[in-house]
Every structure is written in C-alpha cells, then in structure tokens.
C-alpha cells in the first residue's frame, strides 16, 4: 500500500516569493492534516481537514498562508509571501478518521528554506 | 489535553530492551496514551497506543500504570534502527486528532 505522498521534497527559496506544496493522502482516508516543524521541535498542527472541509484551521496564520483540499483527496499548502521565519519541515499526514483520528500516517515531509 | 513529560536522551545498546518512561499525571479518564517515532529526516511514524490496559504489537509493548499517571514504551529487541525521536502523546479519540508532540526522548541505539 502506498503512503503518504509530498513533493516536492527540498525547496530553496527568497523570501518574498511564493512556495506550494502538494501531498496526497493514503487512499481511503478521509481526514488530512498539515503540521510544521521547526529544527529541534516536534511537528505542530496547521490545519486538519475532514473530506473536503477544513475543521481546525486555528494555527494556521492565514495573513500568508491558505491551503485546499479539492475534492477531498489531494491538498495543497501555499505560503505567500513567505519569510525567513517559514523555514521549516511541512509535514502532510492523513488518518481513517472517526475514531482512528489519533493513527495517523506521515509523509516524508517538505524541506523549505528561505533566504 | 494532559501535558507528557519525557527525558531528553537515553541510550541503549543493542540487541537489548529499550525502556522509554513517559509521565502523564494529569491524564483524564477517557484519554487514551499515543506513541510515535521519528527517524532522522522522516515523517513521524505511529508505534502504538492504549487506554488502561497493557497493549502489545509487532512493533513494542507498552505498560501504563494502574493508576495511568506514567506509561513505558518497550523495544524488546532494540537495533540501529530504532535510533528515532520518540514521542508520547495523551489524546481523546474520538476528539480533534490534534496531536500535541512534545519534545520526545531521544533514543540513541549503540552497536
């Protein structure tokens, strides 16, 4: 069985411009979410979606960040503009939901760098 | 959701049992204990989890006391590939799915 797919796996970029990031969650499992991790700290939740709708969007700052998850599979994650303090790991992982919300299944992740 | 408290490192060596303790003294009564791990340059991954009662899979054990204020993770068999960040996490699950990781212990596995 596939895992959770991300790409892209490395972006480098100046700040100021804009980044996406794609992940694609285990077939069959209703509920996403986006968590970021800064060096040395533990992933941190920015949005969770429930099929297509987000449900916890409460960490995510959405001066410059906006995410989507068109027909309740895929999603992406875009940061625009993103500043210096956007360098991170964007973790996308996905669970079965319901009351599995807590099993859940991580990709490789996004390294971003701004410089 | 209750706060964990886990020591920063530990090592062991292989081939033996790793012991990772894990203190949760505010626990509710419905909140279940969550284990994950992260290996070097991985997503987290999902070790096990338990309510009262002692679990065991392919992976680990894990021990939670009577009085459910502490946990034990246990790696039977620790190799070097064990060597990750691992995390204990208290949750409702049937809440948000909101995992709170803390700063987890490392687990230094040594030949």
């Known amino acids: 069985e596939a895992g959770v797919v991300q790409s892209p796996r490395y972006k480098i970029i100046e700040k100021k411009q804009p980044v996406a990031f794609w992940c694609n969650p285990i077939?069959?499992?209703?509920?996403l979410y986006w968590y970021r991790q800064n060096l040395g700290q533990g992933p941190e939740l920015l949005i969770r979606?429930?099929?297509?709708?987000?449900?916890?969007d409460s960490q995510l700052p959405k001066d410059r960040f906006s995410a989507e998850r068109l027909k309740g599979v895929d999603s992406t994650l875009k940061i625009q503009p993103a500043e210096l303090g956007d360098s991170a790991v964007y973790l996308c992982a996905s669970s079965l939901g319901d009351y599995s919300t807590y099993e859940q299944y991580f990709g490789p992740g996004t390294r971003l760098t701004v410089t | 959701d209750a706060k964990t408290t886990q020591p920063p490192s530990m090592d062991c060596a292989e081939g033996r049992a790793a012991n990772l303790p894990c203190n949760h003294s505010?626990?509710?009564?419905?909140?279940?204990v969550y284990w994950y791990r992260q290996i070097h340059s991985q997503g987290p991954q999902y070790i096990i989890h338990g309510l009262k009662n002692n679990e065991t899979n392919e992976m680990a054990s894990l021990i939670i006391t009577e009085d459910r204020k502490s946990s034990t993770l246990i790696l039977p068999h620790a190799t070097l590939r064990d060597t990750a960040v691992y995390y204990c996490i208290v949750g409702i699950s049937s809440n948000t799915g909101k995992l709170i990781f803390g700063q987890g212990t490392t687990l230094q596995v040594k030949p």
């Open positions: 077939s069959g499992h209703n509920t």
């Open positions: 505010t626990i509710s009564g419905n909140e279940y």
């Open positions: 979606y429930e099929n297509e709708e987000a449900v916890d």
